[in-house]
């Protein structure tokens, strides 16, 4: 009975390394929420702090939206300026987003002076129409190609897109 | 800083009896049945040694302690020998022991549980042991690597935690408390772990005492201590020289290749020893390169230490000792990420470095030298008094910050057997001040380009921390319970850094209070068969300000910029709780396994969610088996996923996995020959526990003993 016990206690330790190793740990991934590839154009102002990529998951028509925003502002991870061709990925969670773009911070910011020292600088568009956003969904796995210019010749204001917009 | 601290300690131990009065020799050889020495521990009441490499052991029997004496033989793996033997003043008597195989080890004596000599069933707080035959099994490289697979132990990129006490705080501080032969030895100004401190072929055996230690270790004994115990130094010439060589896995995928050649490691370390009766002295050299497993990761180490006892009349012992290490290495900062550095594509680059960090290096010396007179007054009466020196030096380069921190530590200490068998009584006085010299510990005393830190009378604080506790022996096992207060003073790092951290500003604290606890336990352990063993414990820990890491916002008036830092605080209260088991069994005679495991339900009670850092399960399973002197064995560690890390808002969308770790071993030894191949990681599992962080991959070596 005792030696029927061992050869238990033995198999059962066996399945249990066996079941428990049966496992995959990191793996190459090419996106970690949204990614892709940013082009560049235009000239970078000599004013320039950064640019990141941000999305949001509803299109923030007022100031009281401006910072609700993924990735978090201490995740944020300032892009290359100009230059060839870069990939991108900012960790996001899941969801809907309504808007991905690139935002190009001036020197001198600080939450205060948000709408004079910010800009849109380029963001991620709608195949079947190209003037409007496009939606992003990261759900069961990361958005990839989510590809857009970064046009320093063509920079607005968030206010551009507040409802009222501002003149 | 000064620290001081009074202990007094009445607990429960065997004591052996004598008769007439002289000294007397007690000596001979213990083996196994087979004939194979075995370094065992003999016990004539309050005398012990340990034998030696070749089983030769030999006991002085101080006055009042000849007549009819009860020996113990005690020795890991293997059932306890009991002898009585009759021992005439001032001759000397020849006794050879063989010992039996068995399940577990019944009664192992410890240290440091009660600081003072006790079998370990009679601790009234979990004890976990790694003993020599361990560390000997796994051939470790260093001491960190023999702890981490203690039942209810996880090391943390380096930082070790005793059931979840220390999570990880970059270094910052540490809950848990190391001594060197119970010298105290974690940094003076950072209060972390060096574990490089000692050859880890010096060390013995180590013993990890878990839970709240402050009663009679103070301050960072907040969950846990562990005891380095080195080997005692033989009668007669004896040396060791040890070889090991080594590669590390290349990365298991193609994208993330970094390097066009397979890193290696190696290493080298010659112990000679020489003892007489009265007089005995060893010394240690080594050195060991590593080309690391991932970018920017070499280090070379160089290590040597010594001691020196004296034993001028039985019942008295003067000890020197001293170490010291000087271990260059590049650090790895965080892998890299998109916008970080050229990740070919890839979201994240576990072997790459985060290019910011490119050239980063540090040198790091340290070493201590302590003294110690030990003397054994009477059959009842012991007392020891200890001075020691401590200092770490560590130089960064990228970002570029250099510290020095000198600690002085005394202590005095008695033990009384109060009568009878069964009482030992405890009382003693220990005093330690840190001096520290650096440049990155804010503006306080500024001299020059450098800060010297200096701590008035305004800054002390008294923390009572006592500790109770019980042991019970029944048909049931030996049950034990015990409730204990600790503490961990805040740490000069913690207080006055001043310095940058993942990409912020980190600003200093000078107002930290110290964080307490109040830790709960009871445990039980006993043979539930022939053939196996169990000892488990449920724990509760309930600390309050705790000194964390944390955001805050700053407002600059003048610029009307708000900006975010880091500053250490006294943020949470905390609940740890869980249960702490390990079964032992031998399935068969030349076979042993162990499963040990730990539940651990951790919570940030002042933000009502879990501590970071903490997985819930720690699951380990060990098991070798012996065949002539052919040996082989195995550990495999599950630890699940880390649920909520620190500075969730930066990292919290980094990957995470649960790891799955499987070590593999291999071993021969014929005479003073032995040879041992190691895999650990075999599996060449891909994890972290730390933010970009990998943690090491698979690496096969080989080391070659060769003992005299």
């Known amino acids: 009975m005792i030696a029927g016990m061992r050869s238990r206690v033995a198999c059962a330790a066996l399945a249990a390394v066996a079941a428990l190793a049966c496992n995959e740990g990191l793996r190459p991934t090419t996106c970690n929420g949204i990614c892709g590839t940013l082009a560049f154009s235009g000239t970078v102002p000599e004013s320039t702090q950064a640019v990141y990529v941000v999305a949001y998951h509803t299109f923030p028509h007022s100031r009281d939206s401006l910072f609700n925003f993924q990735p978090p502002l201490p995740s944020l991870h300032a892009l290359p300026l100009g230059g060839a061709p870069t990939f991108y990925d900012i960790p996001v969670p899941a969801g809907r987003y309504e808007w991905v773009l690139a935002v190009w911070v001036k020197q001198g910011f600080n939450l205060t002076n948000a709408d004079s020292t910010l800009r849109e600088a380029g963001y991620y568009r709608d195949s079947a129409d190209t003037s409007q956003p496009g939606a992003v969904t990261v759900a069961g796995g990361p958005a990839d190609t989510i590809n857009f210019v970064v046009d320093f010749a063509h920079m607005h204001p968030p206010c551009h897109y507040y409802n009222p917009p501002c003149q | ?708």
């Open chain 2, 1 to 708: 800083m000064t620290r001081l601290l009074i202990f007094l300690g009445l607990a429960g131990t065997l004591v052996d009896t004598a008769g007439a009065q002289g000294t007397a020799v007690l000596y001979g050889v213990v083996t196994d049945t087979l004939g194979a020495p075995l370094r065992a521990t003999v016990r004539a009441g309050d005398r012990e040694t340990t034998a030696d490499g070749e089983g030769h052991y030999r006991l002085h029997l101080a006055p009042g302690r000849v007549g009819r004496v009860t020996v113990r033989v005690n020795h890991l793996g293997f059932a306890t020998l009991v002898d009585t033997v009759v021992v005439v003043a001032g001759d000397s008597l020849e006794r050879d022991y063989h010992l039996q195989a068995a399940v577990v080890e019944l009664q192992p004596t410890i240290v440091t549980a009660a600081k003072h000599s006790q079998l370990l069933d009679q601790s009234v707080t979990s004890v976990a042991l790694v003993s020599d035959t361990d560390l000997a099994r796994r051939a470790v490289s260093g001491v960190d690597e023999a702890v981490n697979k203690a039942p209810g132990v996880l090391f943390l990129s380096g930082q070790v935690n005793i059931r979840g006490s220390s999570g990880f705080v970059e270094g910052l501080g540490s809950r848990v408390l190391l001594l060197v032969d119970g010298v105290p030895a974690n940094q003076g100004d950072r209060g972390g772990i060096d574990w490089d401190m000692v050859p880890v072929g010096d060390v013995d055996h180590v013993e990890v005492v878990k839970g709240a230690g402050s009663a009679l270790y103070g301050s960072a004994a907040l969950g846990g201590v562990v005891n380095l115990i080195t080997h005692d130094i033989p009668v007669g010439f004896h040396g060791r020289l040890r070889a090991t060589g080594g590669t590390y896995a290349n990365p298991p995928y193609d994208a993330w290749q970094f390097r066009d050649y397979t890193g290696g490691l190696g290493g080298l370390d010659a112990t000679g020893s020489y003892g007489t009766e009265t007089l005995r002295g060893s010394l240690t050299l080594g050195g060991r390169h590593s080309d690391g497993y991932r970018e920017q990761d070499r280090s070379d180490q160089w290590e040597t230490s010594g001691r020196v006892e004296w034993l001028p009349q039985p019942g008295t012992r003067v000890t020197a000792s001293g170490a010291w290490t000087s271990h260059q290495y590049q650090v790895f900062p965080t892998w890299c990420i998109p916008t970080a550095c050229d990740t070919r594509g890839q979201a994240f680059q576990p072997f790459m470095i985060d290019t910011s960090g490119r050239g980063s290096y540090t040198r790091s010396n340290k070493g201590y030298v302590a003294a110690t007179f030990d003397r054994t007054s009477s059959p009842t009466f012991a007392w020891q008094a200890r001075a020691s020196w401590l200092r770490t030096h560590f130089t960064d380069v990228n970002p570029d910050d250099w510290s020095v921190a000198n600690r002085l530590g005394a202590e005095l200490r008695g033990v009384l057997h109060a009568g009878g068998d069964d009482r030992v009584l405890t009382v003693g006085v220990e005093g330690a001040r840190t001096g520290v010299t650096s440049d990155i510990f804010g503006d306080s005393g500024r001299v020059g380009d450098h800060t010297e830190i200096a701590v008035d009378d305004s800054e002390r604080t008294t923390v009572v921390s006592p500790r109770i506790g019980a042991v019970l022996t029944s048909a049931f096992g030996t049950w034990r319970a015990s409730v204990g207060r600790g503490f961990r003073a805040p740490t000069v790092a913690e207080r006055y850094v001043t310095t940058r951290a993942l990409g912020f500003q980190v600003v200093p604290n000078p107002g930290l209070r110290p964080e307490t606890a109040w830790s709960f336990e009871i445990g039980n352990s006993g043979a539930f068969a022939s053939w196996g063993r169990l000892d488990a414990a449920l724990f509760w820990t309930e600390a309050r300000d705790l000194i964390e890491p944390a955001f805050i916002a700053v407002f600059d008036s003048a610029t009307k910029d708000t900006t975010l830092e880091i500053q250490i605080q006294n943020v949470s209260r905390a609940r740890l709780r869980g249960l702490d088991a390990s079964v032992t069994v031998t399935p068969a005679p030349a076979l042993t396994a162990t499963v040990a495991y730990l539940y651990l339900d951790s919570r940030d009670l002042t933000r009502d969610t879990v501590l970071s850092f903490r997985p819930r399960h720690l699951l380990t399973l060990s098991t070798d088996y012996q065949w002539r002197s052919l040996s082989v064995g195995a550990d495999f560690r599950f630890t699940s996923r880390i649920e909520r890390i620190e500075l969730e808002s930066v990292f919290g969308q980094d990957p995470r996995v649960a790891a799955r770790v499987l070590d593999l071993r291999a071993g021969w030894q014929q005479g003073p020959l032995s040879a041992r191949v190691l895999v650990t990681n075999a599996l060449n599992y891909i994890y972290n526990f730390v933010p970009r962080t990998l943690e090491p991959v698979r690496t096969i070596s080989v080391v070659a003993t060769w003992t005299y």
